[in-house]
């Protein structure tokens, strides 16, 4: 499995941004995805989810602020992330939300400025 991503870097306190992840190797469109993130000297958590059928869960530090979506014609998930805290500031990762496929990628670095 390859994860390539896209849309981290660097924001001000209270920005936005949009987190992209494509998956290729795997078949895609039969899991539940989920964002994760592992901020320095943390462990990773899971974040966002996003079921096959569309239902979303999140993590009580992104509920309002972050919404999980996912394309499956392009294997992509996306988090849209609004509001953003100093406490968001982590590497993201995205990966299936139960057995997570071994490769995670380099994940993309989201850095929130105060």
């Known amino acids: 499995v390859q994860v390539v991503y896209s849309g981290g870097g660097l924001v001000q306190f209270g920005g936005s941004l949009r987190l992209s992840c494509e998956v290729s190797g795997s078949i895609f469109s039969i899991y539940t995805m989920a964002w994760y993130r592992q901020a320095p000297g943390k462990q990773r958590e899971l974040v966002a989810q996003i079921g096959t059928g569309g239902g979303t869960n999140y993590a009580d530090s992104l509920k309002g602020r972050a919404t999980i979506s996912r394309d499956d014609g392009k294997s992509t998930v996306y988090l849209q992330m609004d509001s953003l805290e100093s406490e968001d500031t982590a590497v993201y990762y995205c990966?299936?939300?139960?057995?997570?496929?071994?490769?995670w990628g380099q994940g993309t670095q989201v850095t929130v400025s105060s």
């Open positions: 990966n299936r939300a139960i057995g997570p496929w071994d490769s």
